[in-house]
């Protein structure tokens, strides 16, 4: 089984602390790395005696990832208590996660119980630093964690989209992310996947060796795009049904370096569809 942690719990040394100090064993959770949380974003509307202070739960937002890491769970025994699942502070919730090669990963991750949530409740110094060293170990940015230790909403990141097919420059439905962009990259590619020829439009599907060419942009309201993009591309959600695409996360490469994006990856079966050999669209 999987967890997504996003707060003290991404910190090995504050982890294998507390497991020491109450007689469990660390090694029960291993680490797979980074990954994300979409839709989601941090809160501190919860006081914890231990902290002696506000710590971390997460709340729905559309269009912004909450960074985190992914675990292999070999006893929840450990987690679970310091949760406090059986005092009803924190509850098991199943999400899910994504890494930056596309893919998606079912996971389960705590949410603070209901009766539990208040107005903000700033964090202490100490568990600051915690939660700082986990990201910084892990390879994340501070803003949207310090963002929610101050109180404000952190802005949403990423905020690039990785287009491929429809969208990008001089191709049919352009115009939907035109007056959207900030900031045109220009040309970009992924790696670790292919692109296929459906019918007017191509999808991007995971495959080991291959690379799919396209454009790389940024966006100023970043939840009115994705909103828009989401029917566009027929992605109704994560864990919901129906889908023919699904919003992923990838590492987009330009020119001047890699970034964290979004895009869409094509859901059906792939094998019925002819591959792009060049990995690059140019138009039904």
């Known amino acids: 089984m999987v967890y997504f942690a996003y707060g003290s719990n991404l910190d090995e040394e504050n982890w294998a602390l507390w497991c020491q100090s109450k007689g469990y064993d660390a090694a029960s959770i291993e680490l797979l790395g980074p990954a994300w949380l979409p839709d989601y974003e941090l809160v501190f509307r ?6 002696k202070g506000g710590a971390l739960d997460v709340r729905r937002r559309h269009g912004t990832a909450i960074p985190g890491a992914l675990f292999r769970v070999h006893d929840w025994g450990g987690l679970d208590a310091k949760e406090g699942v059986s005092g009803g502070y924190y509850r098991r ?11 998606a990963h079912s996971a389960t991750t705590y949410c603070v119980c209901d009766e539990r949530v208040r107005d903000f409740v700033a964090p202490s110094p100490e568990y600051r630093q915690i939660v700082t060293r986990g990201l910084t170990r892990l390879g994340h940015a501070h803003d949207g964690f310090v963002a929610a230790a101050d109180g404000g909403s952190a802005p949403a990141n990423p905020t690039a989209i990785f287009a491929y097919g429809t969208l990008m420059r001089g191709m049919r439905s352009h115009a939907l992310l035109a007056p959207r ?3 045109a ?8 996947a292919s692109l296929i020829h459906i019918d007017w439009y191509p999808g991007l599907v995971l495959n080991e060796g291959g690379s799919v060419h396209g454009e790389l942009y940024e966006v100023d309201d970043v ?7 989401d029917s566009y591309e027929d ?34 079966d792939p094998d019925v569809f002819p591959v792009i050999p060049s990995g690059r669209w140019t138009g039904a």
């Not at 939840?223 to 993009?229: G, P």
């Open 46 to 51: 919860y006081q914890s005696r231990l902290r």
């Open 93 to 103: 919730v199943s999400v899910t996660a994504l890494t930056d090669d596309g893919r």
């Open 181 to 183: 962009v900030r900031r």
């Open 185 to 192: 990259h220009g040309s970009a590619r992924i790696v670790g």
């Open 223 to 229: 939840a009115a795009t994705l909103e828009a993009f």
């Open 235 to 268: 992605f109704s959600g994560y864990g919901g049904e129906g889908s023919l695409y699904r919003r992923s996360l990838v590492s987009a490469v330009t020119s001047s370096g890699s970034m964290l994006a979004w895009t869409y990856i094509y859901l059906g």
